[in-house]
């Protein structure tokens, strides 16, 4: 009775441990992921993330979730064309259930989402209600979070521009360039009368005698020797032509 008791126990530790074994690789198999995982954006930017599953090796059919959005704003969610929509994910309500068509054993990507980047800080995607199903079982419930660095949006100063004045530049008619003309000094000169010329400069022998006659006593005599001359003449024609008659 012993032996037939230990062997059904030991039995059924057996069962036991290959029914964990089983849900452990199941557990560690398929996971929906979030791609990018890790990204920094600055508050504001809109950015996109993927996502999808990985089969690691189970035969996918259909998948299940609902995405959660931590400071990010939902802007758009798109489900790639090659599936078929159960229930259509939106910004306003983002549950999904999607089937694959034949089924895949390949990692395919599901949905794009658009996303606003929020208040500075730490952001991410996550999921909730993951179900990844198999041909009529479960095959996976594990996902992978998308997780974000938001930072401030920096400020810049505007640098000062100076702008500088126009300089007014002067045309050929408004510029009148005059010559540099070189002056030379020259010694003040005075009028000075015969008499006082006479007195500053040395003279040559011929221009001494011209110049007593040019004295006021010379004029006088050379006036008196004209007229002398002239009485001369007179008398002597006078004399000539009485004669003249006096002969007739």
Not at 63 to 82: H, K
Not at 138 to 155: E, F, Q, R
Not at 171 to 187: I, L, S
Not at 217 to 245: C, N, Q
Request: hydrophobic letters at 40%; one cysteine or more.
């Amino acid at each position: 009775m012993k032996n037939p008791e230990i062997k059904i126990i030991f039995s059924a530790i057996i069962f036991l441990s290959v029914i964990g074994f089983v849900g452990t690789v199941n557990a560690a198999g398929a996971s929906l992921y979030v791609s990018p995982t890790n990204l920094t954006e600055n508050v504001g930017d809109i950015f996109s993330a993927s996502v999808g599953f990985i089969a690691s090796g189970d035969n996918i059919c259909a998948v299940e979730g609902t995405l959660v959005f931590n400071n990010l704003s939902c802007q758009n969610i798109t489900v790639v064309s090659d599936v078929v929509e159960q229930s259509s994910p939106t910004c306003s309500n983002p549950h999904f259930l999607i089937g694959i068509p034949n089924c895949t054993t390949l990692d395919k990507n599901l949905l794009t989402v658009s996303l606003e980047a929020g208040n500075t800080g730490v952001a991410s995607i996550s999921f909730t209600g993951v179900d990844i199903m198999g041909e009529g079982a479960s095959v996976g419930s594990a996902s992978t979070n998308g997780n974000y660095t938001i930072n401030a949006v920096l400020i810049q100063t505007p640098k000062t521009v100076v702008i500088p004045r126009p300089t007014t530049v002067k045309t050929p008619k408004d510029v009148v360039t005059q010559p540099t003309q070189q002056v030379t000094q020259q010694p003040t000169q005075q009028a000075t009368t015969p008499t006082e010329q006479m007195a500053q400069e040395p003279f040559a022998e011929g221009q001494q005698a011209s110049l007593v006659t040019a004295s006021p006593t010379r004029t006088i005599t050379i006036v008196m020797i004209v007229l002398l001359a002239i009485l001369v003449l007179v008398i002597g024609g006078g004399w000539y032509m009485y004669s003249k008659k006096k002969k007739k």
